[in-house]
Structure formats: structure tokens, C-alpha cells
T-cell receptor, first 111, second 119 residues
């Protein structure tokens, strides 16, 4: 089993749609969680951290469920510019504070 | 002014050759990394250096040898290239995660990647 698992997609949605991605992680000792965004043929960039209580940044909402070991990202009112791959990332302090990346979920927003 | 820069961006070479990729960061970070992203898009850490010292060395063939002349530079040298080495190699830097512990914000700053194709 991979440490961080995501549905690779692609998720094809029309502009304005709401779309949600989930991610599961296997290391129950993981302590911090992030979503990164990677545009086609570009480098990954931090999109947002994921806090235990859930957090929102504009149209983006991240949730964490520690009991079930999954993380979600909700994008409301999708824009064409949201088309990218979204990488779920988990940090384990007992692994030297090393980030483990999921394989990413590809989102394509169509006009 | 690019924060993390790596060269070359593209590298096409024959099996058996030796090649290097250079990386420099001007963010003043103590920690630098090399990641490999294969055709399935999985990003896997290869090496992590903190202040020129090797911290993480994942299961990587010893044909791969990182070198950090100073904390702003982390180069990757690959000997005897194989077809399976074809991938995009990303350099990254961050604040020191070990020193910051739970306070580390988890942000890695990546270079634009070096796409290596071995023929």
C-alpha cells in the first residue's frame, strides 16, 4: 500500500462546478498535511496547509479526518485556471520531518 | 530573480553516459533536496542536505551522487545512465524542518525541474 494515495483522475468539470478530491495516508503518526498544486510541466507549489479544524482559502477548503486518515480538498466555482494536478502531501516528524507526496489528482476545468 | 534555479532544463543523453544537474537557491535556506518525478508523476525524495551535510539518502543507486559545496548549492551527478533514469529531477529548498519541528510550515520551494531522457 502506498503511503499517500489519491485517485489520479482526470476529473473533468465545467467552469463553475464544485469538485472535491480525497486522499488517504497510511502512517497514523503523520502530523501535518498539505495540498500542493502542479501545473503541466511545471514545478509543484504549496497551495495550502490542512489544519485539524479544517480551513478555507477563498474558493478552496481543506479538511482533515485523522480517525479515518484522509484529507480532502474542495474547490468551489471552478475556474479554467484551476486546471492542474493537486498533490496531497503528508509530513511525519518521526520520519525526520520528511514530506511524502501522493501521486496527484488531475483536474481539467472546461469552458 | 529566480529563487531556486537548476540547470540544464532538458538533458538528452545515451545510456552509459555520465551527467550532472546543478541547483542553486538564493532564499537563504539551510536545507536542500533532490526529488525524482517519474512518468507516473510520483514525486520521490532522493536526498536531503542540511548545511552541506547529508541528512536523507533514500534507496537510490550509488550511481547517483549529490554534492553540496555550500548551503546554497546542491548538485546531482549521475554515472552510467540507464533507461530507467529518465524522469524529471526537481531540486528544492526549505527552512530547516528538523530545527523548526512542529513549527515547520511544510513549504518546499522547487526549481523548474530538469527533464532527463536516456536513449
Amino acid at each position: 500500500r502506498k503511503e499517500v494515495e489519491q485517485d489520479p483522475g482526470p476529473f473533468n468539470v465545467p467552469e463553475g462546478a464544485t469538485v472535491a478530491f480525497n486522499c488517504t495516508y497510511s502512517n497514523s503518526a503523520s502530523q501535518s498535511f498539505f495540498w500542493y498544486r502542479q501545473d503541466c510541466r511545471k514545478e509543484p507549489k504549496l497551495l495550502m496547509s490542512v489544519y485539524s479544524s479544517g480551513n478555507e482559502d477563498g474558493r478552496f477548503t481543506a479538511q482533515l479526518n485523522r480517525a479515518s486518515q484522509y484529507i480532502s480538498l474542495l474547490i468551489r466555482d471552478s475556474k479554467l485556471s484551476d486546471s492542474a494536478t493537486y498533490l496531497c502531501v503528508v509530513n511525519s516528524f518521526n520520519a525526520g520531518n520528511m514530506l511524502t507526496f501522493g501521486g496527484g489528482t488531475r483536474l481539467m476545468v472546461k469552458p | 530573480d529566480t529563487a531556486v534555479s537548476q540547470t540544464p532544463k532538458y538533458l538528452v543523453t545515451q545510456m552509459g553516459n555520465d551527467k550532472s544537474i546543478k541547483c542553486e537557491q538564493n532564499l537563504g535556506h539551510d536545507t536542500m533536496y533532490w526529488y525524482k518525478q517519474d512518468s507516473k508523476k510520483f514525486l520521490k525524495i532522493m536526498f536531503s542536505y542540511n548545511n552541506k551535510e547529508l541528512i536523507i539518502n533514500e534507496t537510490v543507486p550509488n550511481r547517483f551522487s549529490p554534492k553540496s559545496p555550500d548551503k546554497a548549492h546542491l548538485n546531482l551527478h549521475i554515472n552510467s545512465l540507464e533507461l530507467g533514469d529518465s524522469a524529471v529531477y526537481f531540486c528544492a529548498s526549505s527552512q530547516d524542518p528538523m530545527a523548526l519541528g512542529v513549527l515547520w510550515a511544510g513549504e518546499l520551494f522547487f526549481g523548474e525541474g530538469s527533464r532527463l531522457t536516456v536513449l
